[in-house]
């Protein structure tokens, strides 16, 4: 009894033990990394602009029931803040939600707001859309009315192409206005292109090398592992030289008479391809490499002295065996190809630009917060699933470099 | 050397062509992966002005003008600060971790070691969106400290794995028997299991160096003019006006990459040694 609660009292030190030892990674990373992910999720729905400006004008938009045209009291209420946000130069945040739903919102609320009076004439609803017929129209109202709400769906549904219309339900933008799921349907193809073709192009070389006696392989391991430790910036650059037009792939392609003239190569589709399966390519070799390695020739030769081809062989006993490699390869890669940024950004079109170069794009030249939060977060939750996937397969702490 | 290149004599002419075949996808994949590199090499040392062959002639006036210039010089300082100071806090925190997560199973551990490795997969541009929106109020943006942080949290994971790698192979018994001979835990480790791991943690190190020297997109959003770092400062120049002078910083960057590929070299020879040896 003694001794069984000695071994309990124990084994509960070498948990605690344990537990301080992870207590000071854990807790920097939840600050650190988890924090500001978790923050531009809520960046995502965030729709503080017009409550934050005008309190009143949003308690009194959220009391209303939405049909038709608001009460006086919210005219009355708005036309107060309105004037105030105009004294103190705080209207620009407002505005500028506003244009997201209603492009001309901008000079709407501002030719509203220039000299405005302090008392109605008449009421303030007659008032306002004397100055201005955008404030006699429900839709101006209904669009109000949502940026009023502390938080909105209005990025997210924007992200996937989708809008709330005058009625409240949930629709797809104008064909015109309809780009982020093409963007998505981008980035996820061209992730799979460059899987396939690390796949394509991996799956050999790890095979051969596989089958090298260790000497020689560590040898043309090296020829791996130096792209795999070269800066991305290096290899991206390298590809940039190597494929403009007076480059030496154009020259040659020119020598041996494939080309009459210099084709455009990079600042495209190609140019992506190619730079990001180099990029890639490794995190392919490795895990397959690391799996044939542990591969037994026998049963191959098993296979074939049973009279099975080399063809048979390969396909009914080493392939299975490789599946693991072949998925923990393929995920590794396309995980990171769907986030990629610099490369695209470096060598693509503006055809060619990944959702992350529009997450970029928001956050900094357009500083629409809200919209790179959603695109962020949606691209965030197609990772997050793909990670799932790949630590059911093949494990999160198999996961090697090199 | 026979395996290599000579077939049995019976070997059948579609045996043969498969053979050779096959070296040819292997010489040409393995050329692929490095030649790119290699022709950035001679490209820096050209006299010309531009990036094409054939060189007009030998100069160094490229690396004369990258390290005479105040803005190459600064990024590569600041690049360097931070790399070193995300490695020595990614090594203690990751190190630490790696112990802890071998130590014993406790609730949560998988989910833990899910949370550890994330920072590999999550997309680079939403930990520098996230980060940005975070550090912006901190007054953390533009500088170097955020930079640092930022980059700690990126580089741990490899730490991790490589520490946890090696622990796998370690004998706790080892440790046990520091401790029946009177060792407190701190002197158990630091004489026995340190020195031990070492080849691990240090190859860990040099992972977290590499990744935090390499980084760009988030040092892309929080790094001001003043805060510039090397890779920001390729970004730039590959972006706006491609000159000899990439070609000598890539060059540079390259041999630093030769470098460290060959400590690591050094180091996985050495575990397989000791590993050899017990």
Same mark, same amino acid.
């Given at each position: 009894?003694?001794?069984?609660?000695?071994?309990?009292?124990?084994?509960?030190?070498?948990?605690?033990?344990?537990?301080?030892?992870?207590?000071?990674?854990?807790?920097?990373?939840?600050?650190?990394?988890?924090?500001?992910?978790?923050?531009?999720?809520?960046?995502?729905?965030?729709?503080?602009?017009?409550?934050?400006?005008?309190?009143?004008?949003?308690?009194?938009?959220?009391?209303?029931?939405?049909?038709?045209?608001?009460?006086?009291?919210?005219?009355?209420?708005?036309?107060?803040?309105?004037?105030?946000?105009?004294?103190?130069?705080?209207?620009?945040?407002?505005?500028?939600?506003?244009?997201?739903?209603?492009?001309?919102?901008?000079?709407?609320?501002?030719?509203?707001?220039?000299?405005?009076?302090?008392?109605?004439?008449?009421?303030?609803?007659?008032?306002?859309?004397?100055?201005?017929?955008?404030?006699?129209?429900?839709?101006?109202?209904?669009?109000?009315?949502?940026?009023?709400?502390?938080?909105?769906?209005?990025?997210?549904?924007?992200?996937?192409?989708?809008?709330?219309?005058?009625?409240?339900?949930?629709?797809?933008?104008?064909?015109?206005?309809?780009?982020?799921?093409?963007?998505?349907?981008?980035?996820?193809?061209?992730?799979?292109?460059?899987?396939?073709?690390?796949?394509?192009?991996?799956?050999?070389?790890?095979?051969?090398?596989?089958?090298?006696?260790?000497?020689?392989?560590?040898?043309?391991?090296?020829?791996?592992?130096?792209?795999?430790?070269?800066?991305?910036?290096?290899?991206?650059?390298?590809?940039?030289?190597?494929?403009?037009?007076?480059?030496?792939?154009?020259?040659?392609?020119?020598?041996?008479?494939?080309?009459?003239?210099?084709?455009?190569?990079?600042?495209?589709?190609?140019?992506?391809?190619?730079?990001?399966?180099?990029?890639?390519?490794?995190?392919?070799?490795?895990?397959?490499?690391?799996?044939?390695?542990?591969?037994?020739?026998?049963?191959?030769?098993?296979?074939?002295?049973?009279?099975?081809?080399?063809?048979?062989?390969?396909?009914?006993?080493?392939?299975?065996?490789?599946?693991?490699?072949?998925?923990?390869?393929?995920?590794?890669?396309?995980?990171?190809?769907?986030?990629?940024?610099?490369?695209?950004?470096?060598?693509?079109?503006?055809?060619?630009?990944?959702?992350?170069?529009?997450?970029?794009?928001?956050?900094?030249?357009?500083?629409?917060?809200?919209?790179?939060?959603?695109?962020?977060?949606?691209?965030?939750?197609?990772?997050?699933?793909?990670?799932?996937?790949?630590?059911?397969?093949?494990?999160?702490?198999?996961?090697?470099?090199? | 050397?026979?395996?290599?290149?000579?077939?049995?004599?019976?070997?059948?002419?579609?045996?043969?062509?498969?053979?050779?075949?096959?070296?040819?996808?292997?010489?040409?994949?393995?050329?692929?992966?490095? =030649?790119? $590199?290699?022709?950035?090499?001679?490209?820096? /040392?050209?006299?010309?002005?531009? &990036?094409?062959?054939? @060189?007009? #002639? *030998?100069?160094?006036?490229?690396?004369?003008?990258?390290?005479?210039?105040?803005?190459?010089?600064?990024?590569?300082?600041?690049?360097?600060?931070?790399?070193?100071?995300?490695?020595?806090?990614?090594?203690?925190?990751?190190?630490?971790?790696?112990?802890?997560?071998?130590?014993?199973?406790?609730?949560?551990?998988?989910?833990?070691?899910?949370?550890?490795?994330?920072?590999?997969?999550?997309? =680079?541009? $939403?930990?520098?969106?996230?980060?940005?929106? /975070?550090?912006?109020?901190?007054? &953390?943006?533009?500088? @170097?400290? #955020? *930079?640092?942080?930022?980059?700690?949290?990126?580089?741990?994971?490899?730490?991790?794995?490589?520490?946890?790698?090696?622990?796998?192979?370690?004998?706790?018994?080892?440790?046990?028997?520091?401790?029946?001979?009177?060792?407190?835990?701190?002197?158990?480790?630091?004489?026995?299991?340190?020195?031990?791991?070492?080849?691990?943690?240090?190859?860990?190190?040099?992972?977290?160096?590499?990744?935090?020297?390499?980084?760009?997109?988030?040092?892309?959003?929080?790094?001001?003019?003043?805060?510039?770092?090397?890779?920001?400062?390729?970004?730039?120049?590959?972006?706006?006006?491609?000159?000899?002078?990439?070609?000598?910083?890539?060059?540079?960057?390259?041999?630093?990459?030769?470098?460290?590929?060959?400590?690591?070299?050094?180091?996985?020879?050495?575990?397989?040694?000791?590993?050899?040896?017990?």
């Amino acid at each position: 009894m003694n001794l069984k609660a000695q071994l309990r009292r124990t084994e509960r030190r070498r948990k605690l033990e344990a537990v301080a030892l992870v207590a000071p990674l854990f807790v920097f990373l939840a600050v650190f990394f988890l924090a500001p992910i978790g923050l531009m999720l809520v960046r995502s729905v965030d729709n503080s602009e017009l409550p934050s400006v005008m309190p009143d004008t949003a308690s009194a938009l959220r009391a209303w029931d939405g049909a038709g045209l608001p009460p006086e009291d919210v005219f009355a209420a708005f036309a107060r803040e309105l004037a105030a946000g105009q004294r103190d130069r705080s209207l620009s945040g407002v505005a500028k939600r506003l244009t997201y739903e209603i492009p001309n919102m901008r000079s709407v609320l501002f030719a509203t707001a220039r000299g405005l009076p302090d008392a109605p004439d008449g009421t303030w609803r007659q008032t306002l859309a004397a100055r201005n017929p955008a404030w006699s129209e429900p839709e101006t109202w209904a669009v109000m009315r949502r940026a009023a709400a502390p938080v909105t769906p209005y990025y997210l549904l924007a992200a996937v192409d989708r809008e709330i219309d005058a009625s409240g339900s949930v629709v797809r933008v104008s064909a015109d206005r309809a780009i982020y799921v093409d963007i998505f349907a981008r980035t996820f193809w061209i992730a799979a292109v460059v899987t396939v073709w690390c796949l394509a192009l991996g799956y050999p070389l790890a095979y051969k090398l596989a089958s090298l006696p260790p000497r020689v392989s560590n040898l043309l391991m090296i020829l791996v592992l130096l792209p795999f430790w070269t800066s991305i910036l290096v290899r991206t650059g390298a590809w940039v030289v190597l494929l403009q037009r007076e480059g030496p792939i154009n020259e040659t392609l020119q020598w041996i008479g494939l080309i009459g003239e210099p084709v455009q190569l990079v600042y495209n589709r190609v140019g992506v391809y190619v730079a990001m399966v180099h990029i890639l390519l490794p995190f392919m070799v490795l895990p397959l490499y690391s799996v044939m390695r542990g591969i037994s020739p026998a049963y191959v030769r098993a296979a074939t002295s049973l009279g099975a081809t080399p063809f048979t062989a390969f396909r009914r006993v080493y392939l299975p065996q490789t599946i693991p490699g072949i998925g923990a390869g393929c995920l590794l890669v396309f995980i990171l190809g769907v986030g990629y940024y610099i490369t695209p950004a470096l060598v693509g079109g503006a055809g060619d630009q990944m959702v992350s170069y529009f997450v970029a794009f928001f956050t900094n030249q357009t500083i629409n917060w809200g919209m790179a939060a959603a695109l962020g977060s949606v691209l965030l939750l197609a990772t997050l699933l793909l990670y799932w996937v790949y630590a059911r397969l093949v494990g999160v702490d198999r996961m090697r470099m090199g | 050397m026979r395996p290599i290149l000579n077939l049995p004599p019976h070997a059948t002419p579609a045996q043969r062509a498969w053979h050779v075949g096959l070296w040819a996808i292997t010489i040409l994949v393995l050329g692929f992966l490095v =030649l790119p $590199i290699l022709v950035i090499v001679p490209l820096s /040392f050209s006299s010309g002005s531009f &990036l094409n062959f054939p @060189l007009p #002639g *030998l100069s160094l006036r490229w690396y004369q003008e990258l390290l005479g210039s105040e803005r190459w010089l600064s990024s590569l300082r600041n690049s360097v600060v931070v790399a070193c100071a995300a490695t020595l806090f990614a090594t203690i925190l990751g190190t630490l971790a790696a112990l802890g997560l071998q130590r014993a199973s406790f609730p949560g551990r998988s989910l833990l070691l899910a949370l550890v490795i994330s920072p590999m997969v999550v997309p =680079l541009v $939403i930990v520098a969106v996230g980060v940005y929106f /975070f550090y912006a109020p901190l007054g &953390l943006t533009g500088s @170097l400290v #955020g *930079l640092t942080l930022a980059h700690t949290a990126l580089a741990v994971p490899f730490v991790v794995i490589t520490v946890s790698a090696t622990l796998q192979g370690f004998d706790t018994n080892l440790s046990r028997a520091a401790a029946s001979l009177g060792a407190d835990p701190a002197t158990a480790f630091f004489r026995i299991t340190l020195p031990i791991i070492l080849p691990g943690v240090v190859s860990g190190a040099l992972f977290a160096f590499v990744t935090s020297f390499d980084e760009v997109v988030v040092a892309l959003f929080l790094t001001g003019p003043q805060e510039r770092t090397l890779p920001r400062q390729m970004f730039d120049g590959i972006r706006e006006n491609i000159s000899p002078v990439i070609a000598a910083a890539a060059t540079l960057l390259i041999v630093l990459s030769i470098l460290l590929m060959t400590v690591m070299e050094v180091l996985r020879r050495r575990g397989e040694r000791l590993r050899g040896i017990r």
